[in-house]
């Protein structure tokens, strides 16, 4: 059944990313309260975040432009950082990842095999490196990859992406193998991100300016409230 619109998947995934920081950053103060099923779902936000993405490659105005929101965005997080000491910045690894499909985008389009060989799938490769180094690290590239090349195809999308979503799993077989997926790395329960995307109807839902710049600043403010809150409880 396809029920979710853009809008829908991106409040289910601001509201996941919220369950997510909260219990990442105030379990300490508030004693382990918060449940850590908080932190499991907190694991679909990213996936759905990626997806949409993609999907925003295809339906925007101006790549440049979107490009440019999201990098702003990165560089007013490196300052949220310095101030308040918070490390998240998924526009970084949002804008590396649009870089990188941008390049591959070109490199599709051109009919110089030399110059796509040369520098833009080389750029491509460059960013997918950058990515690495962000916060989402190798599942936000891996997981652009899958949505962007099986888009079309999606139950090999579906399986591809189950597929990469428990592949960690095998570096913890061991004889505590089951606490330690549910207790100390559970990043494999991104798996069920899989289900809301495969519900995605297509279709752009609310929107308006002022709605589209929400979804951007809520990330930075939800982040200094939360931690704000979890240091003036541990006082």
């Keep these: 059944m396809k029920l979710f619109s853009n809008f829908t998947l991106k409040i289910m995934a601001i509201i996941f990313m919220a369950m997510d920081h909260i219990y990442t950053y105030m379990n300490g103060p ?15 936000a990213a996936p759905i975040f990626f997806y949409l993405i993609v999907e925003g490659l295809y339906h925007t105005r101006s790549k440049s432009k979107y490009i440019q929101r999201l990098f702003s965005m990165a560089l007013l997080m490196i300052g949220v950082d310095v101030v308040f000491k918070i490390h998240n910045n ?3 690894s949002l804008g590396f990842a649009v870089c990188m499909l941008s390049m591959i985008e070109y490199a599709k389009s051109s009919t110089d095999k030399f110059s796509i060989l040369n520098w833009k799938i080389l750029l491509a ?4 490196i950058a990515g690495f180094f962000t916060e989402a690290s190798l599942y936000g590239v891996g997981m652009v990859l899958i949505f962007y090349f099986l888009r079309e195809k999606k139950v090999y999308m579906a399986l ?16 505590d193998f ?13 798996v069920f991100a899989i289900i809301p995307i495969l519900m995605y ?17 809520f990330y930075p403010i939800h982040l200094i409230v939360i931690v704000s809150l979890a240091k003036m409880i541990s006082m």
């Design 30 to 44: 508030l004693n382990n309260q918060v449940p850590i099923w908080f932190g499991y779902l907190g694991k679909l």
């Design 90 to 92: 998924i526009f970084l």
């Design 125 to 128: 490769i460059l960013f997918g």
């Design 160 to 175: 591809a992406y189950i597929v990469f979503s428990l592949l960690g799993l095998v570096t913890m077989i061991g004889p």
């Design 178 to 190: 089951k606490e330690a997926i549910f207790l100390w790395d559970y990043q494999w329960m991104m």
């Design 201 to 217: 109807n297509g279709k752009l839902g609310i929107s308006n300016k002022f709605i589209k710049w929400m979804f951007y600043w």
